[in-house]
C-alpha cells in the first residue's frame, strides 16, 4: 500500500526536510569557495571543484535518506555532519592547488574544527532518537572524504610520497572488495578502537599537511599513521573472516 501522502499528492516532509538542509549546504560551499579563491589567491578551478565534489555528495544524499532514514525530518544529527560534510568539501577541492603557505594552512584549520564536531551528531541521534542507517553511513562518509583529501593533499604538496594515498584509499578498497567477497559486506560490531584510530588518522594528516611541521618529520609521521589504520583494517578483516561461514543473525550458515 502506497503511503497516505503519495496517494493524496501531500508534500513528502523528510524529503522536502532533506531538500532544505542539501540546498542550504550547497549555497554555504558555494559562498565559501568564493571567499576562499579571494582570501587565499585560488584559481577557478578551485570553485569548480568545489561544487562538484558537493553536487556529488548532495545527489548521494537525496538518494539514500528515503531508504535509509525512518524518520519525519532529516534530524539535528545530520544536519551537524552536514555542517561537517561542508568545509570537508572545500578542503578536499584544494587537490587542484599547489601547496603554498595559504593554502596548505588552511586544511589543517578547518580540519580541527571538523574533528571538533566529530561524535557530536551521533550523541545527538542517540539523544533525540533519530539514530538511522542513513545517519551512521553519512558520518562514517564524511570522515572517509576528509581523510583521502587529506590524504592526496599530502602527496600532491610533496609532504610525503605517493604511498599516503593509501591511507585515504583504505575504506574504499575494502569497499570494492566487498563487491568480490559477500562477506566483507557484514556490519562489523561498533568498536572504540575504530572511531579512535579514524580520529588519529584525521590528526596526523592534518599534521601532515601543516606547513609548520618541517619536511623531514611528515613522511614518518604519515607511515606512522598509515601502520596504525593498516592493523586496525586487518582487525576487521580477521574478524570478517572468522564470521564467514555465520549468517547476519550469529548462526552457522
Not at 555528495?57 to 535518506?65: D, E, K, S, W, Y
Request: net charge positive; hydrophobic share 55%.
Amino acid at each position: 500500500m502506497m503511503p497516505r501522502a503519495a496517494v493524496r499528492g501531500e508534500p513528502n516532509p523528510l524529503r522536502a526536510s532533506a531538500w532544505r538542509h542539501v540546498a542550504a549546504a550547497l549555497v554555504a560551499t558555494a559562498r565559501g569557495a568564493a571567499a576562499l579563491r579571494t582570501a587565499l589567491g585560488l584559481g577557478t578551478d578551485y570553485v569548480i571543484a568545489a561544487l562538484a565534489v558537493a553536487a556529488c555528495g548532495a545527489i548521494a544524499i537525496l538518494r539514500a535518506v528515503p531508504r535509509t532514514h525512518p524518520h519525519a525530518t532529516f534530524g539535528p544529527a545530520n544536519a551537524v555532519t552536514l555542517a561537517r560534510a561542508v568545509p570537508t568539501a572545500l578542503v578536499a577541492a584544494l587537490v587542484v592547488e599547489s601547496g603554498s603557505v595559504g593554502p596548505a594552512a588552511y586544511p589543517t584549520l578547518v580540519g580541527t574544527a571538523v574533528v571538533v564536531l566529530d561524535g557530536l551528531d551521533g550523541r545527538l541521534a542517540r539523544r533525540y532518537g533519530v539514530a538511522s542507517e542513513f545517519g551512521a553511513r553519512f558520518d562514517m562518509e564524511t570522515d572517509a572524504l576528509l581523510v583521502l583529501a587529506l590524504a592526496v593533499l599530502a602527496w600532491r604538496w610533496d609532504r610525503a610520497g605517493g604511498w599516503v594515498v593509501l591511507s585515504g584509499l583504505a575504506r574504499y578498497l575494502c569497499v570494492g572488495a566487498g563487491m568480490l567477497l559477500p562477506w566483507l559486506r557484514r556490519h562489523l560490531p561498533p568498536s572504540r578502537r575504530r572511531q579512535t584510530v579514524c580520529v588519529v588518522q584525521i590528526v596526523v594528516l592534518l599534521a601532515v599537511v601543516a606547513p609548520a611541521l618541517p619536511r623531514a618529520a611528515t613522511a614518518p609521521l604519515a607511515l606512522a599513521g598509515l601502520l596504525v589504520l593498516a592493523y586496525s583494517f586487518a582487525v576487521d578483516v580477521a574478524w570478517l573472516a572468522r564470521h564467514a561461514s555465520r549468517s547476519p543473525d550469529g548462526r552457522a550458515a
